[in-house]
């Protein structure tokens, strides 16, 4: 029985959890950007933190990983990272507008 791998399966696999994570940061980052064009997103990366913050839509969000945290959800799956930060911005009333193919993946890829 042949498996489907994807992209992101690999990159889950052999990048570093900070530099996965920074990826995945940044692919919430550019969402949020599409749902909201006035959108302030940054994501930074310093010594054993990786820290998504903005606001969106007049609300400030921050989503803030520990290098460990973040190779705990790279090891969980492709996608689960990005449902935990998109599950930490619905927390603050932060949810996307329409399906996006990258949405898509994120939600509906185990």
Known sequence: MAERYSLRDCMAAHLPAAAFAVHVMRCVQA???RLDPQA???VDRG???IHLYGEVRGTAFSVLLTVDEADEWRAAGPYALD???WTELAKKGIRPMQWTPYLQ???FTS
């Open 105 to 107: 993946a994120v939600f």
């Open 40 to 42: 302030v997103a940054h």
């Open 31 to 33: 969402e949020l950007i």
């Open 47 to 49: 010594g054993k933190y």
């Open 83 to 85: 449902r935990y930060i």
